[in-house]
C-alpha cells in the first residue's frame, strides 16, 4: 500500500534503504522485499541503497540519509511500517518550501499523535517525537554529529527549563546518552540543543500499522498509538495558514508514547 500511495504523488525519484543483516530470517524477509519492489511498477526511477555491512537500527538511518543527501537538498522520509495520508506528501512540499530559509525550523513532521484533527492548520514544537513520517533539508541535517558533545554543551549552558515539560524530557535524554539505542531521540535532541523547532499538521497525517510482536520498538500490540486516526481520501489542496497553539497537549501526547514504549517485551 505505501508503494501505491508514493506513486500517486510521483516524487521525481524515490528511494529505498535496506540494511544488511547476519540473521537468515531477515535476510529471507528482505529478498522478499525486494522482489516486491522489482515487481512494483513505480512511476519514476527507484534507486536501493545498501550499506556493505550491518548497520543495525542505530545507524542505518545516518548511513541511509548522508547517501542520499549527497544528491538531494531535502528529502521526504517514510518508515517501512508506516502509512500516510493522500495529503501527507502536498503537506511536505508546502512546509518544505515554506520554512526552507528559516533555520528555526530542523524538519516537518507529519503525525501529531491524534493531538487534533484540524485541517488546514499547523504548529510548532520543540519536540517533533515520533518520526513516522516526516521532512527535511540537507542543511539542517548536516549538522548533526554521531556523538552527544551538542547535548552535553546544551545541558551545561541551559541547566533548567522554564517550562517544566522540556525539563522532564531533559531527564529522560539524559538517561538516553549512556544507552545510544537509536537515530530518532538524537535527532530530537539534536533539535532540541540547537533551539531548532519540529512542524506538525493540525490534523493527522501518518499512522503506524508496526506495533506488531516483531518491531523492534513498539512490539506493544495493544497500544493506543497504534492505527492511528488520520484524514484519509481527499484532493483538497490546502494552506497551511493557521498556526495552532499546542505544543503542551502535543508533549504529553509524546509522553505517554515514551511511557508506552518503555512497557514494551
Same mark, same amino acid.
Given at each position: 500500500?505505501?508503494?501505491?500511495?508514493v506513486?500517486d504523488?510521483?516524487p521525481p525519484?524515490?528511494?529505498i534503504?535496506?540494511?544488511?543483516?547476519?540473521?537468515?530470517?531477515?535476510?529471507?524477509?528482505?529478498?522478499?522485499?525486494e522482489?516486491l519492489?522489482?515487481?512494483f511498477q513505480?512511476?519514476?526511477s527507484?534507486?536501493?541503497?545498501?550499506?556493505?555491512?550491518?548497520q543495525?537500527?542505530?545507524?542505518?538511518?545516518d548511513?541511509?540519509?548522508?547517501?542520499i543527501?549527497q544528491?538531494e @537538498? +531535502?528529502l521526504?522520509?517514510?518508515? %517501512?511500517?508506516?502509512?500516510?495520508?493522500?495529503?501527507f506528501f #502536498?503537506?511536505?512540499? =508546502?512546509m518544505?518550501?515554506?520554512?526552507?530559509?528559516?533555520?528555526?525550523?530542523?524538519?516537518?513532521?507529519?503525525?501529531n499523535?491524534e493531538?487534533?484533527?484540524?485541517k488546514?492548520?499547523y504548529f510548532?514544537?520543540?519536540i517533533?517525537?515520533?518520526f513516522?513520517g516526516?521532512a527535511?533539508?540537507?542543511n539542517?541535517w548536516?549538522?548533526?554529529?554521531r556523538?552527544?558533545a551538542f547535548?552535553?554543551t546544551?545541558?551545561i549552558?541551559?541547566p533548567?527549563y522554564?517550562?517544566?515539560f522540556? @525539563? +522532564?524530557?531533559?531527564?529522560?535524554? %539524559?538517561?538516553?546518552?549512556?544507552?545510544?539505542?537509536s537515530? #530518532?531521540?538524537r535527532? =530530537?535532541?539534536?533539535?532540541?540543543?540547537?533551539?531548532?523547532?519540529t512542524?506538525l499538521?493540525?490534523?493527522?497525517l501518518?499512522?503506524?500499522?508496526g506495533?506488531?510482536h516483531?518491531?523492534?520498538?513498539?512490539?506493544?500490540?495493544?497500544?493506543?498509538f497504534s492505527?492511528l486516526?488520520?484524514?484519509?481520501?481527499t484532493?483538497?489542496?490546502?494552506?497551511?495558514?493557521?498556526e495552532l497553539?499546542m505544543?503542551e497537549?502535543y508533549?504529553?501526547?509524546?509522553?505517554?508514547?515514551i511511557n508506552?514504549?518503555?512497557?514494551?517485551k
Amino acid at each position: 500500500m505505501i508503494f501505491e500511495l508514493v506513486n500517486d504523488y510521483n516524487p521525481p525519484k524515490v528511494y529505498i534503504v535496506i540494511d544488511q543483516s547476519k540473521d537468515v530470517k531477515t535476510q529471507q524477509i528482505q529478498a522478499r522485499i525486494e522482489k516486491l519492489i522489482a515487481f512494483f511498477q513505480f512511476s519514476t526511477s527507484v534507486d536501493i541503497i545498501r550499506p556493505k555491512s550491518p548497520q543495525g537500527i542505530k545507524q542505518i538511518f545516518d548511513f541511509g540519509l548522508n547517501r542520499i543527501f549527497q544528491e538531494e @537538498e +531535502e528529502l521526504i522520509i517514510l518508515e %517501512d511500517d508506516t502509512i500516510p495520508s493522500p495529503l501527507f506528501f #502536498d503537506y511536505c512540499d =508546502t512546509m518544505l518550501k515554506r520554512f526552507a530559509l528559516d533555520d528555526s525550523i530542523g524538519c516537518i513532521n507529519g503525525c501529531n499523535l491524534e493531538t487534533s484533527m484540524q485541517k488546514d492548520a499547523y504548529f510548532l514544537s520543540a519536540i517533533g517525537l515520533p518520526f513516522w513520517g516526516w521532512a527535511t533539508w540537507k542543511n539542517r541535517w548536516q549538522k548533526i554529529t554521531r556523538d552527544y558533545a551538542f547535548w552535553e554543551t546544551f545541558r551545561i549552558n541551559e541547566p533548567v527549563y522554564k517550562n517544566e515539560f522540556l @525539563e +522532564e524530557f531533559s531527564a529522560i535524554f %539524559d538517561l538516553f546518552v549512556k544507552k545510544d539505542k537509536s537515530w #530518532d531521540i538524537r535527532w =530530537t535532541m539534536f533539535l532540541l540543543a540547537n533551539k531548532m523547532k519540529t512542524v506538525l499538521p493540525g490534523a493527522n497525517l501518518v499512522t503506524n500499522v508496526g506495533f506488531t510482536h516483531e518491531a523492534t520498538f513498539t512490539n506493544i500490540p495493544n497500544s493506543s498509538f497504534s492505527n492511528l486516526n488520520m484524514i484519509q481520501d481527499t484532493k483538497e489542496s490546502l494552506n497551511y495558514e493557521l498556526e495552532l497553539r499546542m505544543e503542551e497537549a502535543y508533549l504529553s501526547k509524546i509522553k505517554l508514547l515514551i511511557n508506552d514504549v518503555a512497557r514494551r517485551k
